[in-house]
C-alpha cells in the first residue's frame, strides 16, 4: 500500500520531469488562479499633497522638464513596489510644468488623462488643439495621438496623470513615438473643440476617428456647477452622494474606452453606506474634506490628497465638509468583459 510520502515523491518526479519541456499541472495551482473572489496584491493608501507637492518641487530643482520629458513622481501602490502602477491595471503619477518649461511632444498607444491639481495656464495640446488648464479640469489625452505641455504662466502647474499602462503592457501593445518637434503647431483652441461637443451637439458631418471622447476639456466650472444642481434638486445615493460620470458627448458612452472618469458630490455631514466593486478606484480630492473607511483602515483625506480603493473591499465615504471628489477606474475594461459587480450595503 503506497504511503502519502510516497505518493508525493511519485507526483514530484513527474512535475520534474516534464518541467524542461515547459510543461506544469493544472491542479497544483488551479486554486491560486482561479479564485472564489477577486485577490488583489493592490492596498489601500492615501498621499498627502503637502507631501507629495513638496518633493516634486524639490524635483524640480534637480531635473528639467525636458531632460526627464515627463517630470513625474509616480504614485506606486504599496502592495505593487517597483511595477509603476496604483492599482493592478492603472498607472498615476504627479506631473511638474515650471513656469517656462515645455515637456516635450510624443505619443504613445497608451491613453492618459490630466487631472489639474495646482496651477492656471498652462497648457496641453493634442494632435493641433491647444487648451489652457486649470485646477479641477479634466483634460483626455487620447491613444496614438501627438501631445505636449507647456507652462506660460508665472507659477509651477501640478497635474495628476492616469494612464492605462499596466492595461497595453499586458497585451503587448505598447509603442511610443518622440516628434520632431519640441513643440507642435497648433490650428485651434479647446474653445472650438467645446463648442463643437460641448453643448449636447455635434457637427452634422463628424465622423469619430477613435473610442474616445472628440471633447478632450472637460473645465471643472461646469462639472461644478452641475453637481450643485444635482445637491439642491436631487434625491442622495446612500453610497456615492451626487455622483456624475464623464461622457463621450457622440456616443453618450465612456470618454475614454479604458478609463472611467467620475466626478461626485459629498455634503457636508455625508456618512455613506458601504459599497465595493471589481473595479480598483483611484480618487483625488477637489475641495473639502472628510475620511475614507477602507477594509480596517481610516483615509482621512483633505483638499488635493489622492487615496486608492482596491477591488471588491468595502469601503465608506465620510465628509466633514461639502466634498468634491474626481476618481477614475478600469470599469469600461471590466463591463467590455463582462466582468464587472458592484455590491452596495
Known amino acids: 500500500m503506497e504511503t502519502i510520502d510516497s505518493i508525493q515523491e511519485q507526483r514530484q518526479h513527474f512535475y520534474d520531469k516534464?518541467?524542461?519541456?515547459?510543461?506544469?499541472p493544472l491542479w497544483e495551482v488551479l486554486h491560486d488562479v482561479i479564485t472564489k473572489e477577486p485577490k488583489t496584491p493592490c492596498l489601500p493608501?492615501?498621499?498627502?499633497?503637502?507631501q507629495v507637492r513638496q518633493w516634486l518641487l524639490e524635483a524640480?530643482?534637480?531635473i528639467s522638464a525636458q531632460e526627464?520629458?515627463?517630470r513625474v513622481l509616480v504614485l506606486e501602490n504599496p502592495g505593487l513596489r517597483g511595477q509603476t502602477r496604483i492599482t493592478h491595471s492603472l498607472y498615476a503619477g504627479m506631473q511638474?510644468?515650471?513656469p517656462g518649461e515645455v515637456a516635450p511632444a510624443h505619443r504613445h498607444t497608451q491613453s492618459a488623462l490630466r487631472f489639474i491639481m495646482q496651477g492656471q495656464g498652462a497648457y496641453t495640446a493634442v494632435d493641433g488643439e491647444k487648451v489652457t488648464m486649470g485646477v479641477g479640469d479634466f483634460v483626455i489625452t487620447p491613444s496614438w495621438t501627438f501631445h505636449d505641455h507647456g507652462n506660460t504662466s508665472s507659477e509651477p502647474m501640478i497635474w495628476l496623470d492616469g494612464l492605462d499602462v499596466p492595461i497595453v503592457e499586458l497585451l503587448d501593445a505598447q509603442f511610443m513615438e518622440g516628434a520632431q518637434e519640441l513643440s507642435q503647431q497648433t490650428h485651434t483652441s479647446a474653445a472650438v473643440n467645446f463648442a463643437k461637443f460641448g453643448n449636447t451637439m455635434k457637427p452634422?458631418?463628424?465622423?469619430?476617428?477613435?473610442k474616445t471622447s472628440p471633447m478632450f476639456w472637460y473645465p471643472y466650472e461646469r462639472t461644478r456647477q452641475a453637481l450643485e444642481e444635482l445637491k439642491q434638486h436631487s434625491e442622495l445615493h446612500p453610497c456615492w452622494g451626487h455622483k456624475l460620470q464623464y461622457t463621450n458627448?457622440?456616443?453618450?458612452?465612456?470618454a475614454m474606452p479604458s478609463i472611467a472618469t467620475f466626478m461626485q458630490l459629498l455634503p457636508a455631514g455625508f456618512n455613506g453606506q458601504s459599497y465595493r466593486s471589481t473595479d480598483s478606484t483611484v480618487y483625488a480630492i477637489v475641495e473639502g474634506a472628510g475620511r475614507c473607511c477602507v477594509g480596517d483602515m481610516v483615509l482621512e483625506f483633505g483638499p488635493k490628497d489622492v487615496f486608492v480603493c482596491p477591488s471588491w473591499m468595502p469601503y465608506r465615504l465620510e465628509a466633514d465638509s461639502d466634498t468634491v471628489l474626481f476618481s477614475y477606474s478600469d470599469r469600461p475594461v471590466q463591463q467590455a468583459l463582462d466582468l464587472w459587480r458592484e455590491h452596495m450595503g
Open 18 to 24: 516534464i518541467n524542461p519541456a515547459n510543461l506544469t
Open 45 to 50: 493608501y492615501l498621499w498627502k499633497w503637502s
Open 60 to 62: 524640480g530643482g534637480i
Open 68 to 70: 526627464a520629458e515627463r
Open 96 to 98: 511638474l510644468i515650471l
Open 204 to 210: 452634422v458631418n463628424y465622423q469619430p476617428k477613435s
Open 249 to 254: 458627448p457622440a456616443t453618450g458612452g465612456w
